[in-house]
């Protein structure tokens, strides 16, 4: 059974930074694309960026330049630097990877970007 937990998540100022993470088990992670997916409340779900096995990564536009997606193969973690938050960013932030055929959700850390 694949797990995936994040943490990370909080209240920050506009400009802020915040480093999300996501702890996996369960799985070969090593082989995985990892992908960070956000929901805005009334908003659908977004992915926001993935990074492969091989360690090629790709952003949404919007957050290109801010955000950098990460990997630790040793500890099956994958990370999100966020950084020169916006009141846009602000969402709940879902790890996410398709694995032997199953999509695998973590249940999300909540990111809050107000002054």
């Known amino acids: 059974q694949v797990r995936l937990v994040e943490s990370g998540g909080g209240l920050v100022q506009p400009g802020g930074s915040l480093r999300l993470s996501c702890v996996a088990s369960?799985?070969?992670?090593?082989?995985?694309?990892m992908k960070w997916y956000r929901q805005a409340p009334g908003k659908e779900r977004e992915m926001v960026a993935f990074?492969?096995?091989?360690?090629?990564?790709n952003y949404t536009e919007s957050v290109k330049g801010r955000f950098t997606i990460s990997r630790n193969n040793a500890w099956m973690t994958v990370h999100l630097q966020m950084n020169d938050l916006k009141p846009e960013d602000a969402a709940v932030y879902y790890c996410?990877?398709?694995?032997?055929?199953?999509?695998?959700w973590g249940k999300g850390t909540l990111v809050t970007v107000s002054s």
């Open positions: 369960g799985m070969n992670f090593g082989i995985s694309t």
């Open positions: 996410n990877t398709n694995y032997r055929g199953n999509v695998w």
């Open positions: 990074i492969n096995s091989r360690g090629a990564t």
